[in-house]
């Protein structure tokens, strides 16, 4: 098997690259950062390993759970039935068989009318009807109005849902995609609904443990090597900055960086193009540290308050740890931070009683967290124009969202294009 380079170092390239590597092909990958994990990475705190957002997964991330099985992280997570908690809502799908645990979940949910109940009813068994295809993709906001969703319902449960799958408001969300994450978690089997909580930081869960299954199978892992830029010599591609000529090429870079790297290769021009048309989404994560754990009734809360925020029990990675997730743009993000961590202490007292004294805080923005998932999007395959060049990331051509398992099913389709082309 000809040798191939990847360049980048998160989710998608290791996938990529752990599946290459399973497949006896040679790989070198190269990461611009010190440490793997792209988007989704530990951060020292104080010497407190935390990560750099909160990223929730399903039991329908089969891919993922596969390739942390393979790697031996599995046990680091924590699978619970869907409970959603929110003021004056709450949702908690019991341990039946699919299609019963939804169906006695609606029925047993707090705080939705009856009307809402059946309303959210109706608007999944017409969607599983339809197989989930939809005529044409429009926003998230348009199809809730065209099935008749009350606005309580919608700002219970399908906006929450809506902006913590595809990080993009309900106004501007596409609902084609958002039909395909309601799909495969809340009309699949049982446990594709099942919340998958990591009970270790990002890096200890997948970056490190890639990064030490490549390195027994002879693969080469480059961290702090930057690739500036490709381009077509002889009959591979030159890599500037390691200065080597690689056979095949696979970019698993954040998407914003391609028109740089590609910028001397015109056959590249329509995947500059597509990624050229992407607008991103933040994330805002604000981390707090309490003398002791604060009382959650479960692992994962939501806190209301508008943009869903969702605050999340961490003691697996320190006691008295809790992290706050706010996902997609708003006002939110022009607070100064202590106005902001007052906020959201505020709206967690609120949902908890009074809290222990706080030892201290961290916010972290990601101002390009994830593409705005915006309806008919035009996103390039992973086989570009140019033989022997791939793209992997969670921006490529797919059902999700920008997702941990997007990232992880872009990667490891990706290996296989190659294995099969040889």
């Not at 098997?1 to 497949?23: R, S, T």
């Not at 339809?130 to 700002?155: I, K, M, N, W, Y």
């Not at 809790?322 to 202590?338: C, K, N, R, T, Y």
Request: a positive charge; one cysteine or more.
């Amino acid at each position: 098997m000809k040798p191939v380079a990847i360049i980048g170092g998160g989710w998608a390239g290791l996938a990529c690259a752990v599946e290459l590597a399973d497949a006896g092909v040679p790989v070198t990958l190269f990461e611009a950062a010190r440490q793997l994990g792209g988007r989704a990475r530990r951060v020292d705190w104080d010497g407190i390993p935390i990560d750099n957002g909160q990223h929730l997964m399903v039991g329908a991330y089969r891919e993922t759970l596969r390739l942390m099985a393979r790697l031996g992280t599995s046990h680091l997570l924590e699978h619970r039935p869907l409970e959603l908690m929110l003021p004056g809502f709450r949702l908690r799908l019991p341990r039946l068989p699919a299609p019963l645990n939804l169906v006695l979940g609606l029925l047993r949910a707090q705080g939705l009318s009856l009307k809402d109940k059946l309303a959210a009813a109706r608007f999944m068994n017409t969607l599983k009807e339809r197989a989930f295809r939809l005529p044409r993709d429009e926003t998230v906001s348009a199809l809730l109005r065209r099935h008749h969703q009350p606005a309580g319902l919608v700002d219970k449960l399908w906006a929450p849902l809506c902006i913590a799958a595809l990080n993009t408001p309900v106004e501007q969300a596409s609902a084609q995609v958002f039909c395909n994450v309601l799909r495969d978690s809340l009309a699949g089997e049982r446990a594709d609904s099942d919340l998958v909580m990591n009970r270790a930081d990002l890096g200890r869960l997948f970056p490190r443990a890639a990064t030490d299954y490549l390195t027994r199978h002879g693969a080469t892992v480059h961290a702090a090597r930057k690739v500036e830029r490709i381009e077509r010599r002889g009959g591979g591609f030159f890599l500037e900055g390691p200065d080597l000529v690689a056979e095949r090429t696979v970019l698993a870079t954040h998407p914003a960086r391609l028109p740089r790297l590609l910028e001397h290769m015109p056959e590249a021009a329509p995947v500059i193009r597509q990624v050229a048309a992407y607008t991103w989404q933040p994330i805002l994560t604000l981390w707090l540290r309490f003398a002791a754990p604060p009382a959650f009734p479960f692992p994962m809360l939501g806190l209301g308050g508008g943009h869903a925020p969702w605050a999340f029990e961490r003691e697996d990675l320190a006691p008295g740890l809790v992290a706050i997730v706010v996902s997609a743009e708003g006002p939110h993000l022009e607070e100064d931070p202590e106005t902001l961590r007052d906020a959201y202490l505020a709206l967690l007292s609120r949902q908890l009683g009074a809290l222990p004294p706080l030892l201290g805080w961290k916010t972290i923005v990601e101002k390009r967290a994830t593409f705005a998932c915006v309806p008919d999007m035009d996103r390039p395959d992973n086989a570009t124009p140019v033989p022997g060049l791939y793209l992997a990331g969670d921006h490529t051509a797919g059902d999700y969202p920008a997702t941990l398992e997007a990232a992880v099913r872009s990667g490891v389709k990706c290996a296989r294009l190659i294995v099969k082309t040889g």
